[in-house]
């Protein structure tokens, strides 16, 4: 255990400002010298994307403290960015200490004379990054880690376009929580006068309104849905416990789908997410429940949506008539073949129009998207920077944005939000599998036509979870190894290019990734988690059918996993 970590830990039990609840807590862990380490080797880093970990007691965990230090720094930003009307919205999941966070950040906040618009009650991280811009705030919070497991939890910071903080913006609000050098220094007032001076204000009905009418208002069939479709399409959904259950069965109920049945057992908020081993809608596993529901009543298709409503996963049946989960990349796929496609039938199909990705996202969306004659463009992972993206181009008029997406189960069409919006992506899927099902198709048989037409496109992820500083230093170290020994060859095939993005490259900002490009178009790429202890590595190979991809992407990942597995 490192001194470091002792005198953080004895400098909190000590601390006036600290309650006697979590003292008691940290007590109870004296002489555990492993788990005062993790708790204290480090303080909770802001990144770019704001804070993630486990709650707890600790200077690398969530809790008050950190959540009102990381709020003084951002009110102290804020009021640097605009004296005259400084206000914020704050909005959350249904994590465990969710609403206290959310409202000790709100209560911060009216302290140091920044106006918050507080939601009562849960809401989706899209509809946080639409009132930002609806309100004109400065600033936006949610409390939120997105799907990671039920002990975690996280705070994420938006700037006044309603896209999550960039990284110039983001080293402001860094060096703003650096400079907070004691909790004795976050101010703070009661809730009681809060209300009483006007700077805590709660959002409602009104507010919840105006987001679902304008997701609403993107839907391009609604006549379909109308002449019957919306009430023969069977649609099962589940929220995973999260915020997306109100939103999601109130845009879909708007926009005719009057068929849609909820998972009863993962209907309502649980910050426990019992029923599951990770709300996560990328994974099977999390759709058991809703699979089983399907099969009784015959769904169409299955939506899922994570705990903060920002991420959608798909289940469609395939030939066989059984349940399979769409991959983040075979949505977006989809969806971008759907909304391309109608603005063409429609005549609306914008001369600038682009669609943005990210660097590990998969090539087949990017060539659809380019058979209509669509502009791509490629952004580092993470869907703040598709924003970033969309309020360039709205300023520029340089292109006219029509779709954004990442592999990670992430869409956005519209430019009323500037984070990924789960609420739209279910709207979206289901239209689109609606409008081909009057055609006589199921979303997978599109998906077969769009790879005949393509090419066998096929992804893989691996990644592995190194906790604790060992971990961080094995993260870096499996990194520092491919980077200083790049490989001529990977299982049998020639790399013909590394792409380091640690620099900065293709006018893209610095960030720890490195991609590597093989001779018959595949490629894989390696980045460290921004929001979890693991390291990410990402596969893609384009197969001549089927089999042959599966087989080329079992080649590939075989031959990485087994470095960076002797390396970790």
């Known amino acids: 255990m490192t001194q470091a970590a002792v005198?953080?830990?004895?400098?909190?039990?000590?601390?006036?400002?600290?309650?006697?609840?979590?003292?008691?807590?940290?007590?109870?862990?004296?002489?555990?010298?492993?788990?005062?380490e993790d708790r204290f080797y480090r303080d909770l880093e802001f990144g770019t994307g704001g804070l993630r970990g486990v709650m707890g007691a600790g200077t690398n965990r969530m809790n008050i403290y950190t959540v009102g230090k990381a709020t003084q720094g951002l009110a102290d930003w804020v009021l640097s960015q605009n004296k005259s009307n400084p206000s914020v919205v704050i909005a959350h999941d249904s994590r465990n200490n969710s609403p206290e966070f959310a409202l000790d950040a709100a209560l911060v906040l009216a302290a140091n004379g920044v106006t918050a618009y507080l939601f009562k009650g849960l809401r989706p991280t899209p509809q946080l990054s639409f009132a930002v811009r609806a309100l004109g705030a400065v600033s936006g919070i949610v409390v939120t880690a997105s799907h990671n497991p039920p002990e975690y939890n996280g705070y994420k910071a938006y700037g006044s376009d309603g896209c999550q903080l960039v990284p110039e913006d983001a080293e402001q609000v860094i060096g703003a929580i650096q400079r907070v050098s004691g909790f004795d220094q976050i101010r703070r007032i009661s809730q009681e006068e809060a209300e009483a001076k006007g700077l805590l204000r709660w959002l409602g009905e009104a507010d919840d309104a105006a987001y679902v009418d304008t997701v609403v208002s993107h839907s391009l069939n609604r006549d379909l849905l109308k002449r019957g479709f919306g009430d023969t399409f069977n649609v099962v959904f589940t929220p995973l416990h999260g915020a997306g259950n109100m939103p999601v069965r109130q845009v879909l109920k708007q926009a005719g789908f009057n068929n849609v049945h909820v998972v009863p057992e993962q209907e309502q908020p649980d910050g426990y997410f019992s029923t599951v081993k990770s709300p996560n809608p990328e994974e099977r596993e999390a759709f058991t429940l809703a699979i089983k529901l399907a099969q009784e009543v015959e769904a169409d298709i299955i939506i899922g949506t994570d705990p903060d409503c920002d991420r959608m996963g798909a289940v469609v049946r395939n030939n066989e008539g059984e349940y399979v989960v769409l991959t983040g990349n075979q949505s977006g796929a989809i969806m971008v073949n759907y909304l391309l496609s109608t603005l063409k039938e429609r005549g609306q199909f914008p001369a600038n129009g682009v669609v943005v990705k990210t660097i590990v996202t998969s090539e087949m969306g990017a060539d659809i998207a380019r058979s209509y004659g669509a502009g791509v463009v490629n952004t580092l992972t993470g869907f703040k920077y598709i924003g970033e993206k969309m309020t360039q181009y709205e300023k520029t008029g340089e292109h006219t944005f029509l779709f954004g997406y990442e592999e990670s189960y992430g869409y956005l069409t519209g430019t009323y939000a500037r984070d990924k919006d789960a609420v739209i992506a279910s709207l979206f899927i289901c239209e689109a599998a609606a409008y081909y099902k009057s055609q006589g198709k199921t979303l997978y048989d599109v998906l077969l036509e769009l790879y005949e037409k393509f090419g066998f496109y096929l992804e893989h992820l691996e990644s592995r979870t190194l906790k604790g500083v060992d971990g961080v230093q094995q993260i870096a170290g499996i990194m520092n190894h491919w980077r200083s020994n790049p490989p001529a060859e990977v299982a049998g095939v020639r790399v013909t290019k590394m792409l380091d993005y640690l620099p900065g490259l293709d006018g893209l900002p610095a960030e720890n990734v490195l991609k590597f490009l093989l001779e018959d178009g595949s490629w894989f790429c390696l980045r460290p988690s921004g929001t979890e202890p693991k390291i990410k590595v990402y596969f893609a190979v384009c197969g001549s059918s089927q089999a042959d991809a599966a087989a080329a992407v079992e080649r590939l990942t075989q031959a990485v996993m087994e470095v960076v597995d002797n390396k970790a």
């Open 7 to 36: 005198e953080r830990y004895e400098a909190w039990l000590k601390d006036p400002v600290i309650d006697a609840t979590t003292k008691e807590e940290l007590t109870a862990i004296k002489g555990n010298a492993k788990e005062i």
